[in-house]
DNA sequence: CTGAGATGTAAGCCTCCGCTTACATCACCG
DNA sequence: CGGTGATGTAAGCGGAGGCTTACATCTCAG
């Protein structure tokens, strides 16, 4: 940061994508897929625009990337009883502004239109799906889970692009204990098995 | 429908300032604010395009239009205990993509660069927060209140953005009483403050 | 009937934005 | 060194989309 004097760094191909990607991330959380321009994209990562097609191709490409990259890391290697208190805990989690996770947010806000982040949304539903469901025995399970992930989109996007007072500044603590004492009512075993 | 044949319809301009809404409505909520040019509301609407800046002055404030024409109707007239129960049959209810409800998840999907829809969003908050929180009498009332809120927002999404099954072929009811099932540990009242 | 305001239309202006091209500059290998 | 491929840059093309303008047509009051 204070050592920004340099006129020209060095010139090195994977930290001008890395860079590119990171300003993108952050972009596309901010203001949505359609929202933010190439030259935005550009601009933040310090970088020529032109280099943006030459090492990502295209915008939406581009996207693509950032959403599978991000991704990847989403349901994690928790054990199943796990996922949701760390998936809230990610979510709640005060550095969100730093723009960890939630592309997949603006992937939800962009959506009907890009058959590739169709895939990454129905491949993340089907992940938490298949483990979540796991937590319950109801025959409704599928369902279940549904509600449980709309719980979850519904908080990223009051908390990231609504900023709902009380609930941005609420204590990650006390929200996650609040949600997910409701939610063991949607995923309990068959008789009461709150785990929380 | 059948009597379509007449080239010019009678001159009428509340007529089609009526269409140019319904017809902005609809795609709003379809495609959200971004993806949807005034030519295409205008097309739909069976109206020159020039029109709409006649009687609008501006995509924008048509928007705003849309949503305060809409969001009116919203909180209701219901009693508090009815809100939430009202609130989720109507937003489950099939004819969802004939567009009635929902323009206010375009504004979401959009959301953080207009400061007129931030407003309404900011008011239906309000709305909800003063209905709903007179539920329960816990301190946290309004973060519990916008943990509801969140929840109603998500499955917005999964439903008309997402397009998630099994969530938009079940059964209204059935997601209803379990959705309210769950927010009722929220909105309960005091005694009894069991948390884990 | 007629003139004037209301309503509708065709055409296009202008800016933004995704993307390309042609070129300058660097870094490394012989 | 020198020269060649990798990296970076400036400029601009082409089209989309918000908005305007100039004009045609209707309708209704007087």
Redesign the interface.
Known sequence: MTSEAPEHRRRDASATKAALLRAAQELFT???Y??TTVRDIADRAGVNQALLFRYFGTKEELFHVVLATESRVLIAESPAEQVLARTLAKMLSRDMDAAQDGVWLAA??????DSAADAI?KQL?EDYTRVLGSLTDAE?A???V??V???????G??RT??R?E??VS?DPG??A???L???S??LERAETE?D?
């Open positions: 901010e203001r949505g359609e929202r939800l806000r962009s959506s009907g239109h949304r539903g409704d599928d369902l279940r549904d509600l992930l709309a719980w979850i989109v519904g908080l996007m009051l692009v609504v709902k009380p609930l609420a006390a929200v204990r609040l949600v004492r409701a939610m009512v949607l709150p929380c």
